[in-house]
């Protein structure tokens, strides 16, 4: 097998078995309600851990996807709730607001040429910031289009429900995959995370995929903002703190490579669904306190940083050797 | 050394600071005002130097760490873990000293873990320290039981809110520990090594250098310096708050390193600008309290802060900012001024 | 290597009779009167260049004579200050690499600016992958990419990644790339720095069916030999100004260096080591020495006041043993004996203490500290080996610094100059420096005056000589031969990873030297 496919392979093996001993324990966790739920409650940290891998797989790191969901969910509440009107011209507004946002975070990142980590730090004390200031509370949602897309669903052999939220984001995955892997500006992210000075002088628009690159990590982050306010019926300035490095975790777990260059957005879906997986199991079991879920995210991500480690450096060496016999 | 203090002096750093707090000063008149009661000095700029002490200190640990090209983000988890250390030694009546060194002991151990990772496993430092992290509170949280321990040790309440010479006791242990750990890094070749390290981690291999026991040994003392800053904040609250103890204040020790100007990629660094870096932060939380904007403003000014700092320190704007002022004179150049013999 | 060469695109092109008379009707791309400068430094002066079709066109000059600003200038990487580019007549202005490639300007930089995370396809086509239904057409890539690079005979599987192949093949695919891409320029910006000499070979045969096809090739090397070999016409820089441009056959190589040099060859060579009678005292044995994998087992006593030069090709294990005694790399098998006493080396830092010094080949990655002073660059390994404790203290280190500065000609505008400011050839001596602070008995030279100018190059070679004639070992791997013979008072071969030979006396000169590396070759063909 392709090296760089390994990873991945780990992710979903580990995440079949662990879903398996689950079972093994708790027979109730095999039934597609459960499966539903996990794609409904986990529907904003995929949408905003698919924008995660791009920027990760480019070689950046976004640390505002958690303050722009915040920002977004206050701004389409604030809209639709005190401004009245109607939720999908609010989600117009909101996604092209979050996608100026990141764009101009790209921008800075490439014409400033600073590092990501500094610039998207600003972004998140920016977003917060903004949300804090429009509302200090949460603020309801009560729009009759809002109960409408929660009552839509599909129901699964089972009795198990694949929500409208549940479904964009397998949908976000799905467009994710596709343009990361099937279009020019997919190659042009992989491109800039190998080597950014090779992908320049080989034609790559570094300055508009960067921009590109960012603009799309925070249209996902908007659009998980609008996701989180669907599933909460309100916009809250705090929601989502911190979910930045859940979905890096994410991202990581997931097969991609936190130096760029390698990665797959499928690997994501497989790394929001095992973090899901250990709450669920936190839940079925009752006895274990919530603090558990923490623990057993951070002895995940040191396993699979760990196994990216063996395998790069495996690969590295045959390199080498095969250098070296040349 | 005479030339670098003057030129320190006159570091942007510290013109921004003066720049803060006379800002402060012309939305709060009384914001200059130190008052002299029960043995200790009381006021605003006080209070400056007491609340911005925990994140000086854990700038103070993230500076060397960030010279060698690193990061550590779990400094504000660590904060956690050792503050539930120090308050569950207080309330099981542990020695004084045990109460003390055990939570450092812990700290050092975070440290020594994330050191190597980075350093013995050559992991990213960004993924490496993200791992603790995550786990870290986690870790807090399972030694605090999930709640929130208090506790009533007169040591512990003395570290967090005593004084000493009239200055709060957080700001006394801050401005030892600057001190401290600048002599040791200028002193000796430690901080040669480091900014070395930083700057070519190759070459320094090449070099002898014995990089791998240094970065080792700077990422314990950052774990160190987290845990100072747990038991103060631990001592402050009299209590081990697990989920908010150092919450986001990694990110506060890191933006207070960049602005001491130690450059994210690594070299060279100072350990005093960095902790001046920290006062400014808190200088501008303290303006906006005492000046009556509300509290939300204080991210966005901090966004606005970073975005001055990395358009002065742009690698592309700076020398056409600095043709414009000319702040500096131009760089020497080799061909002109070639030895003769 | 494919027989039949057909062009990809005879339309773009061209398929006329490569001229060498340089008629105009032949030019393809004309620089005229090119300024730039950064800062008040002027690297390009009003320098004029033309490329003319099925022609090799060598660009020469010393370190900051130019080169790279000019085809920096050419291929939309900077933008001219003063001065005109046409192509084909037509004069164009480009901002970007992008517009440069559409207007058929290909360019191969030194170290193969490639994706090396990406797949051979990807390196092929990105920035212009066939689309279909608005998604990149895999199946067309793939049999396009094969396609390609049959002509340049090479069947690989090109879904692999590029950092599976080997330096000469990536090389292969980089030029593959330049040339279905642009098709009228084709840039080489040192493209044999890296490669042994069968892949050199491999690669002058592309270059002479691409020169056949009609494109104008531009080749910028340091190796004159391979100058004479290829080019059809050599323009020479120096100092940001034009010296001359010349066709191959008007030009001897005194005539072409002094071009470069801009005065007569200030290092005369073969002023043999002297004498063949051995070196006083043994120093060190190398007994069994070796590393599975790395470097086979070898013998080698070293004497105090000898050079050893060490010849053989690239990745015939030199580097490799190189770090082997260095401790960089530990040995697995055999010791070392330094004075009859047995020593480990598990880390440089070992090594080191023995009072042995490095000068690595890659001077860059493995050696300056490019941020740090000129004085702390020289101090560092002296520091390093008193530990950190013993801090040297600003005087004393101004004190060593400035000592060498003066005794090995290092040229700063002061100490406190940041080290990365300097040319690769004061470089080089900072380095040299940098070990004879701590008062070696040893040291090992990695390319020494690799990438360098001719003028630090002869600096160099004294000092070897000299440091020899005070009583130090060295050992100097070098690929240039005539350097090699020069100071060396034995010669040892390197050999798939194997010493196998070791020449003295009057053994030592290029002939033999070739032999014993390319013994293996007659030993293959038997």
């Given amino acids: 097998m392709n090296p760089r496919y390994r990873p991945l392979a780990a992710t ?43 920027v990760i797989i480019s070689g950046g790191i976004d640390l505002s996807i958690g303050a722009v969901i915040g920002l977004a969910g206050v701004v389409v509440a604030v809209l639709v709730s005190h401004l009245g009107l109607h939720p999908i011209a609010a989600f117009g507004i909101v996604l092209t607001m979050s996608a100026l946002f990141g764009a101009a975070m790209g921008a800075v990142i490439h014409f400033l040429q600073v590092p990501p980590f500094i610039v998207t730090l600003a972004g998140m004390f920016l977003a917060r910031g903004l949300a804090s200031i429009l509302s200090q509370d949460s603020i309801p949602i009560s729009h009759p ?33 596709l343009i990361a892997h099937r279009t020019r500006f997919g190659s042009y992210v992989y491109a800039l995370g190998g080597n950014p000075t090779s992908a320049a002088l080989m034609g790559v628009p570094t300055g508009p995929v960067t921009i590109g690159i960012y603009a799309l990590s925070s249209l996902l982050g908007g659009l998980a903002g609008i996701v989180y306010s669907l599933y909460t019926s309100a916009g809250y300035p705090l929601a989502a703190v911190g979910i930045e490095l859940d979905s890096i975790a994410a991202v990581v777990i997931g097969g991609t490579l936190l130096t760029g260059g390698y990665g797959f957005v499928f690997g994501t879906l497989i790394g929001v669904m095992l973090q899901g997986l250990v709450q669920t199991y936190i839940v079925f079991d009752g006895t274990l306190s919530s603090w558990w879920t923490k623990i057993a995210i951070g002895v995940l991500l040191f396993l699979f940083i760990l196994l990216q480690q063996l395998v790069f450096s495996a690969h590295k060496a045959g390199t080498r050797l095969k250098k070296a016999a040349a | 050394m005479r030339t670098p203090s003057v030129k320190r002096l006159l570091s942007p750093q510290l013109v921004a600071l003066l720049g803060v707090l006379l800002f402060n000063w012309i939305v709060f008149p009384g914001f200059f005002d130190v008052a002299w009661r029960d043995g200790r000095l009381f006021g605003s700029l006080i209070d400056v130097i007491n609340r911005g002490a925990p994140v000086a200190i854990l700038s103070i640990g993230m500076t060397a760490i960030i010279a060698t090209r690193g990061v550590d983000l779990s400094v504000g988890a660590v904060m956690a873990v050792a503050g539930a250390v120090a308050a569950t030694c207080a309330v099981t009546g542990q020695p004084v000293i045990i109460m003390l060194l055990a939570p450092l002991a812990v700290g050092m151990l975070c440290g020594l873990w994330n050191g190597f990772l980075v350093s013995i496993l050559s992991i990213q430092p960004f993924v490496a320290t993200l791992v603790l992290m995550v786990a870290g509170r986690g870790v807090a949280q399972l030694i605090t039981e999930g709640s929130i321990v208090t506790f009533n040790d007169p040591v512990l309440i003395f570290i967090g809110t005593g004084s000493f010479l009239g200055l709060p006791m957080p700001a006394v242990i801050a401005i030892a520990l600057m001190v401290g750990a600048h002599l040791l890094v200028r002193r000796t070749a430690i901080g040669l090594f480091i900014e070395a390290i930083g700057v070519n981690r190759s070459a320094a291999n090449f070099t002898a250098l014995r990089s791998r026991s240094l ?24 209590g081990a708050d697990a989920n908010n103890t150092g919450l986001w204040l990694e990110l506060d020790a890191i933006l207070a390193v960049v602005i001491g100007g130690t450059s994210l990629m690594g070299g060279r660094f100072s350990i005093p600008l960095s902790v001046v870096g920290a006062l400014i932060i808190q200088a501008m939380n303290t303006g906006i309290l005492v000046s009556g904007f509300p509290p939300e403003f204080n991210l966005i000014v901090k ?21 414009i002022f000319k702040q500096r004179p131009v760089k020497p150049s080799i061909q002109t001024s070639e030895k003769t013999g | 290597m494919p027989t039949d060469f057909r062009p990809a695109d005879p ?3 061209g398929n006329r009779p490569p001229e060498t008379s340089g008629a105009d009707a032949n030019v393809v791309l004309v620089a005229k009167g090119i300024v730039k400068t950064f800062g008040n430094h002027t690297a390009l002066n009003n320098v004029d260049l033309a490329l003319h079709a099925g022609e090799v066109h060598a660009l020469l000059g010393e370190n900051g004579a130019g080169k790279s600003t000019l085809i920096k200038i050419i291929t939309g990487a900077y933008t001219p200050d003063h001065g005109e580019i046409s192509v084909d007549g037509v004069q164009v202005q480009f901002t970007t690499p992008q517009q440069a490639q559409s207007a058929g300007i290909g360019t191969v930089y030194q170290e193969v600016n490639l994706l090396p995370n990406m797949t051979v396809i990807d390196n092929l086509f990105i920035g212009r992958q066939p689309r279909r239904y608005g998604l990149v057409d895999r199946k067309k890539m793939a049999r396009e990419a094969h396609r390609i690079l049959s002509q340049y005979g090479l069947d690989i599987d090109v879904h692999a990644e590029l950092s599976t192949f080997s330096v000469a093949v990536q090389q292969i695919i980089a030029i593959a790339r330049a040339v279905e891409l642009s098709g009228k320029v084709l840039i080489l910006d040192e493209p044999t720095a890296s490669l042994d000499r069968t892949e050199v070979e491999k690669l002058f045969e592309i270059v002479r069916r691409l020169k056949a096809r009609g494109l104008a090739i531009v080749f910028i090397t340091h190796f004159l030999d391979q100058v004479f070999e290829l080019s059809d016409r050599i323009t020479v820089l120096r100092n940001g100004r034009l010296v001359g441009s010349e066709t191959i056959g ?7 260096v002094r071009m470069m040099l801009g005065k007569d060859l200030a290092f005369v060579h073969a002023e043999m080591a002297a004498d063949d009678t051995e070196p006083s005292s043994p120093l060190m044995h190398f007994r069994d020495f070796g590393r599975s994998g790395s470097v086979n087992p070898f013998d080698l006593t070293i004497h105090r006041g000898e050079v050893i030069g060490v010849a053989g090709l690239l990745g015939s294990g030199r580097t490799e043993m190189a770090r082997l005694m260095f401790g960089i790399d530990t040995a697995d098998q055999g010791a070392l004996d330094i004075d009859g006493q047995k020593i480990c080396l598990r880390a440089p830092q070992d090594a080191v203490s023995q009072g042995f010094g490095f000068c690595p080949e890659d001077r860059k990655v493995d050696g300056i500290f490019g941020d740090l002073s000129v004085r702390e660059n020289i101090i560092i390994a002296m520091q390093a080996k008193l530990g950190w404790l013993q801090a040297l203290n600003r005087d004393e280190q101004m004190e060593i610094a400035e000592h060498f500065i003066e005794a090995l000609d290092i040229r700063t505008a002061s100490d406190d100059l940041p080290v990365k400011l300097l040319s690769g050839g004061n470089q080089q001596k900072v380095i040299l420096a940098r ?56 010669v040892v071969v390197m050999r798939d990873r194997s010493l196998v030979a070791e020449l003295r006396g009057a053994e030592i000169n290029p002939s033999s030297i070739v032999r014993a590396i390319a013994a293996q070759d007659a030993e293959a063909a038997e």
């Fill in chain 1, 12 to 54: 979903t093996l580990i995440f079949v078995i662990a879903y398996g001993l689950c079972i093994l324990q708790y027979p109730g966790m095999w039934s597609t309600r459960i499966l539903g739920n996990f794609l409904t409650d986990n529907a904003f940290l995929g949408i905003a851990a698919v924008g995660a891998t791009f």
């Fill in chain 1, 145 to 177: 289009f809002y109960k409408t897309i929660m009552d839509l669903y599909y129901r699964l052999p089972g009795g198990g429900r694949l929500s409208a939220i549940g479904l964009l984001m397998l949908l976000v995955f799905l467009i994710g995959g």
């Fill in chain 2, 215 to 238: 970065v080792l040994a700077i990422y314990a003392f950052g774990g160190v310096c987290a845990a100072i800053a747990g038991t103060i904040a631990a001592g402050d609250i009299r």
């Fill in chain 2, 303 to 323: 966004a606005g802060l970073i975005i001055i700092i990395l358009v002065l320190q742009s690698a592309k704007l700076a020398p056409a900012l600095h043709r």
């Fill in chain 3, 11 to 13: 339309g773009s092109v």
């Fill in chain 3, 250 to 256: 008007d030009l001897d190589r005194t005539s072409l």
């Fill in chain 3, 435 to 490: 070990w004879l602070a701590t008062d070696p008995r040893f040291l090992i030279l990695d390319e020494p005056t690799r990438g360098i100018d001719v003028g630090a190059h002869a600096e160099i070679v004294r000092m070897i000589s000299r440091l020899r004639e005070d009583g130090l070992a060295l050992i100097v791997i070098s690929s240039e031969l005539d350097e090699i013979v020069s100071y060396s008072s034995r």
